[in-house]
């Protein structure tokens, strides 16, 4: 206890989970993705090798390789699973964000977190986990580590789009020491994600067409970009949320160099986006590297230090008067994910079968 205390705990942590709880349960409201079942389905096909599902998410297994790992066999399980692991991994994030130092609390406040509550049975909660992870070792003090190989296995394999993208902002935001070893780490790491995965796809049959192959099929690109293009600042509003104000006040505070860098990496997360399958949800992944940086350098810019007490009330108050919102499609302040049970009557049912001899 005194050992992770040492290494995760700081005085802000209860203070963010609280938060985080508070905004996925309570203000965004979580729900779960409209396919779950079809996800849930995927464990019997793979353990019988009779692979019918050609959609691409076959591409992001973790969640689909640890239901065949625990033999789970029925769908509620399969939920309670994702929940919980999702919690789990939520809670890691949070007891990782120490390297962040007193303003960590600002990472709670941008749009991953709207994308975790939106999204449950995604396992975009472990790529966020995986970013924070590498610039918690870019943002270090110390030379960059080989883990960096591993996170980036572990990162390409679970979305192959997010690790190119997130390897992009942290070279350009990375020091010029520090550019070299990270590139040839996470190049290393992705190549390495990447063949894994393609086994993996050739071991189950996989027969459909990837997120790669997809995105080139007729009018997907050309829709995307018109559709970013007339939607640009709802797109980023759903992805930093208050924290804009923070960034545009950094960037615009702090030498050219670094508000330059910043500026090229927020470009390319918005090139991705454009050719994007889930508009919002790519784009709030992507910029993360971009709020870690401006977070553990907050300190480059003194007016903000001088005045955060005040911007930390702003950008609370700015999420909850002008609230979420949310691009693919059309533009809208509730979640896309809305036809299946939602996650309150799933555990109220849940724990009424569980107390059913009890209470009757």
């Not at 040492?6 to 802000?12: D, H, P, T």
């Not at 600042?233 to 702090?254: C, D, Q, R």
Request: glycine share 4%; net charge positive.
């Amino acid at each position: 206890m005194k050992k992770f205390k040492k290494k995760f705990y700081y005085k802000n942590f209860y203070l963010n989970i609280f938060l985080s709880i508070f905004f996925s349960h309570v203000f965004y409201r979580i729900t779960f993705i409209d396919r779950i079942e079809a996800e849930f389905s995927l464990i019997e096909q793979i353990a019988t090798r009779k692979l019918e599902t050609t959609s691409f998410f076959v591409e992001s297994p973790i969640f689909t390789l640890l239901g065949i790992i625990l033999k789970i066999d029925s769908i509620d399980t399969y939920i309670l699973f994702v929940y919980f692991t999702s919690i789990f991994l939520l809670i890691t994030i949070i007891a990782n964000l120490k390297y962040l130092g007193t303003y960590s609390t600002l990472f709670v406040f941008t749009g991953w977190l709207l994308t975790f509550s939106w999204f449950m049975g995604h396992i975009d909660i472990l790529s966020v986990l995986i970013v924070v992870l590498i610039s918690k070792n870019i943002e270090s003090e110390n030379s960059l580590t080989p883990i960096i190989i591993f996170y980036s296995i572990i990162l390409s394999f679970n979305h192959n789009a997010i690790a190119i993208i997130s390897f992009l902002c942290f070279f350009i935001l990375a020091s010029n020491a520090k550019k070299y070893y990270f590139a040839i780490y996470s190049i290393i790491g992705q190549v390495l994600g990447n063949l894994i995965l393609r086994m993996y796809l050739s071991e189950i049959g996989f027969s459909g067409r990837g997120r790669f192959r997809f995105i080139f099929n007729e009018n997907v690109i050309q829709n995307s970009i018109n559709f970013v293009s007339e939607n640009l600042i709802a797109l980023i509003w759903s992805g930093f949320l208050g924290f804009i104000i923070i960034f545009i006040i950094f960037s615009a505070t702090v030498p050219w160099d670094m508000s330059r860098n910043l500026f090229m990496a927020l470009l390319i997360c918005i090139f991705f986006t454009c050719i994007a399958l889930d508009t919002s949800r790519i784009f709030s992944l992507s910029i993360i590297p971009i709020i870690l940086h401006v977070i553990k350098n907050i300190k480059e810019s003194s007016f903000l230090e001088k005045y955060m007490a005040y911007f930390l009330y702003i950008v609370f108050l700015a999420n909850i008067i002008i609230g979420p919102y949310f691009v693919h499609g059309n533009v809208s302040s509730a979640s896309p994910n809305n036809f299946v049970e939602s996650y309150y009557n799933f555990i109220a049912r849940m724990v009424n079968s569980l107390m059913y001899n009890i209470w009757n």
